[in-house]
């Protein structure tokens, strides 16, 4: 079973996500921040990681980069699904290392399709 990490703070979107995840056979790990993925990853190695830019004191492109550091992780996929839609921040994300970046409002089977096609390489 693949395992997602699902870095989130709004519960009815993790709720959300956990579900269709789940549904599509995944073990599904939650972090409410980015601080609670860093220490998460410490003892369980995601085989992608989903997660949003804008939450709590560390944003999720200081996380991605932190994650691209850690010989462990610095090649397991990585997509953002957040509501921020700029070039640059977009462009950053492609910079740091994210393999997608899908924007709020979602498709769910848009993203299933993402992490699948991730996945599968």
Not at 74 to 103: H, V
């Amino acid at each position: 079973m693949k395992k997602v990490l699902l870095v989130e703070d709004e519960e009815e979107l993790i709720q959300i996500v956990e579900t269709v995840m789940q549904d599509e056979g995944f073990e599904v790990r939650k972090a409410l921040s980015a601080e609670d993925a860093l220490e998460t990853c410490r003892g369980y190695i995601p085989d992608i990681i989903i997660c949003d830019i804008k939450m709590g004191e560390m944003d999720g492109l200081t996380m991605l980069g932190e994650l691209r550091d850690d010989p462990r992780l610095s090649n397991a996929p990585f997509i953002f699904l957040t509501a921020i839609d700029s070039f640059g921040t977009k462009d950053k994300a492609k910079k740091l290392g994210a393999n997608a970046y899908i924007t709020k409002p979602f498709d769910v089977d848009e993203l299933v399709a993402t992490v699948k096609k991730l996945l599968a390489k």
